[in-house]
């Protein structure tokens, strides 16, 4: 994990529950997870966003996370995990199911296969209704099945037929992008044409799938 430095959980609620509102440290994190099953009425809705492979050092979709408007930020409790980050992820949604709230999933990469196939195809968290998931050029060598909680699902990805070799291109060519797929509601081709431009992918469709759902 590289990206103990950051603000990974919501600092208003783990104040409001008594923790450090910036734990450093993985025990610190976890008492805070152990704890939000008791925490219900202190919660918001939950957006979770997770990050691909190195995602802790680049913050491409931790950026996303800082990009988010004021009505997600003001109404959900924002969480970033990194993609191998699975149990984490799947212990938030859980307490968060449990409270009956409002889920938003943001994946990018490999941390959207995570995700998609880690996360929410897994119990318990396959039975918890989700609101929203965005998945933003995923890459893995499985591919995703239909999620029953889902409510909306939003893909956008890269045509790897029409964009340029970069480095970073190349890597998720190696990595099996997924392109469009069937289970999600809806497919969209990321005209920047960059996998590594996460907030560019969400500003151009990821946004406008987010804010109808939760209004």
């Not at 968290?125 to 965005?134: D, G, N, Y």
């Amino acid at each position: 994990i590289f990206s103990y430095g950051w603000k990974r959980n919501p600092p208003r609620l783990l104040q409001a529950m008594g923790f450090d509102p910036c734990p450093t440290k993985k025990k610190q994190e976890r008492m805070f997870i152990r704890a939000l099953p008791h925490a219900k009425e202190k919660m918001l809705g939950l957006c979770l966003v997770m990050g691909g492979f190195f995602d802790g050092i680049l913050g491409k979709a931790y950026a996303v996370a800082n990009v988010l408007p004021d009505i997600v930020r003001n109404n959900f409790d924002v969480y970033y995990r990194e993609h191998d980050e699975d149990a984490d992820a799947r212990a938030i949604i859980t307490a968060y199911g449990a409270a009956r709230l409002p889920i938003i999933i943001i994946g990018h990469s490999w941390g959207a296969s995570s995700c998609v196939l880690d996360v929410l195809a897994r119990p318990p968290v396959r039975a918890v209704p989700i609101t929203a998931l965005l998945t933003l050029d995923p890459v893995g060598l499985r591919m995703p099945q239909k999620l029953p909680g889902v409510r909306r699902w939003s893909n956008v990805y890269v045509d790897y037929k029409r964009a340029p070799r970069t480095r970073q291109n190349i890597i998720a060519l190696i990595g099996h992008p997924w392109g469009a797929i069937a289970p999600a509601s809806a497919n969209h081709i990321f005209s920047g044409q960059n996998h590594a431009d996460a907030i560019g992918m969400y500003k151009e469709w990821g946004e406008a799938f987010i804010l109808p759902a939760i209004r």
